[in-house]
């Protein structure tokens, strides 16, 4: 009886206040977290679903559901923390490895300001090239995932990141000399 009188209140309250539940989650994730709205709503949805036999009678839905939400939410966030650390410390070692791309190879230490002056040039590249230099130089993507993902040719990808590390070349050539 409370398995299925609990999962029509469930499903019924899922039905009418999907939007409002993704309102709420979007509203309270940090946009440094790389999680969907519907990811989270749909976890959450399965667990309770799955579970709603080992509940009492769920007397106030819409609680219970914004109770395992937020709880959803704070783990989430949690891990972003642990991870970002190591997300920094490997995008700082492919900046480097970038730095002796655009650099010739000339020395595996750049200055901080000389790291600083790429970041920034990166940065300010035109949006199609900055998302190439990105995906493929330190997000790890291969061409072919970035055309599958985007539908932009292999050879128009290609091009532009030629392009942008051509410009990145040319706009920190002379700032070389400021290496320690």
Do not use: C, W
């Not at 679903?49 to 709880?71: E, L």
């Not at 061409?143 to 392009?163: A, D």
């Amino acid at each position: 009886m409370n398995q299925s009188e609990n999962s029509k209140k469930l499903n019924t309250f899922f039905n009418e206040e999907y939007t409002s539940l993704k309102n709420y989650v979007s509203s309270n994730l940090k946009a440094s977290v790389n999680k969907d709205p519907e990811d989270i709503i749909q976890d959450v949805a399965l667990k309770l679903f799955t579970g709603a036999d080992r509940y009492s009678p769920i007397n106030n839905v819409a609680g219970f559901v914004y109770r395992a939400i937020k709880n959803k939410l704070i783990d989430v966030m949690r891990a972003s923390k642990r991870t970002k650390v190591e997300y920094e410390s490997q995008n700082e070692a492919k900046l480097l490895e970038f730095a002796s791309m655009i650099y010739d190879g000339q020395s595996n230490f750049y200055s901080e300001h000389l790291q600083q002056e790429l970041k920034t040039a990166i940065i300010n590249l035109k949006p199609n090239y900055r998302a190439i230099i990105i995906a493929i130089d330190f997000e790890g993507y291969t061409y072919k995932e970035v055309e599958q993902e985007t539908g932009i040719p292999m050879g128009t990808l290609m091009s532009r990141r030629h392009k942008a590390i051509s410009y990145l070349y040319k706009n920190l050539k002379s700032k070389q000399s400021i290496k320690i």
